[in-house]
Every structure is written in structure tokens, then in C-alpha cells.
């Protein structure tokens, strides 16, 4: 599976937006564009989930560890635009403990 996401960024900043659901099968491509954003600098990275429809255990734990090595460079993730049931499943989750996350 081909992983779409568009990127846009400024020094310290990015916003990513994945194409497609933040599942298994696309976990790996998306995960090399977040190192490297990270790598080459980004500490405030915004991620625009209008487009996912769905995320799974891998792309939880894909956000928990972007979440974990930007803090770690002092630095911070953010969702915005999730579908109202990943805003609940990311509630449930207790994942907005961690990192803000916004619903439509």
C-alpha cells in the first residue's frame, strides 16, 4: 500500500497530513517521514487527520512515539481534525492525556 501524506514546513514547524488511515500497512512509510521531520529539526508537529478514517494499535503507538521524541526535543505533537470516532477511540485511549487532539 502506497502511503500518500502532504507536508508542509517552516524551520521548526510542521503540518502533515496523511492520506490514508493510519493503519498497519502504512505505518512504516509514515513513520520514516516523522523521523524525518524530527530529524532535520521540526519540534512543533501538527497532524491533520481530515483525510483518516481510521487508526489501529500500530498507528497509536506510531503517535505515542513521535509524541515521545519530540518531548524529548523539547518539542510537541498535535491532532487536529479527527473524524468523530477517532476523536472518542483517542479519548477512550486516554491519549489526549498526552498530546492535544481536536475533532472536527
Same mark, same amino acid.
Do not use: H, K, M, T
Given at each position: 500500500m502506497t502511503n500518500h501524506v502532504s507536508t /508542509?514546513?517552516?524551520e521548526s514547524q510542521a503540518l502533515i497530513r496523511p492520506e490514508t488511515d493510519? /493503519?498497519?500497512a502504512s505505518v512504516a512509510g509514515l513513520r520514516s517521514r516523522l523521523r524525518g521531520l524530527i530529524g532535520a529539526g521540526v519540534?512543533? @508537529?501538527v497532524m491533520d487527520?481530515?483525510? /483518516?478514517q481510521m487508526v489501529d494499535s500500530a *498507528?497509536? *503507538?506510531? @503517535?505515542i512515539s513521535a509524541h515521545?521524541?519530540?518531548r524529548k526535543a523539547g518539542g510537541h505533537l498535535s491532532v487536529v481534525h479527527a473524524?468523530?470516532? /477517532?476523536y472518542?477511540?483517542?479519548r477512550t485511549m486516554r491519549i489526549h492525556q498526552h498530546f492535544s487532539v481536536s475533532a472536527d
Open positions: /508542509v514546513q517552516d493510519i /493503519v498497519a519540534r512543533d @508537529l487527520l481530515s483525510a /483518516v *498507528g497509536l *503507538g506510531l @503517535l515521545n521524541s519530540l473524524s468523530p470516532d /477517532v472518542e477511540l483517542f
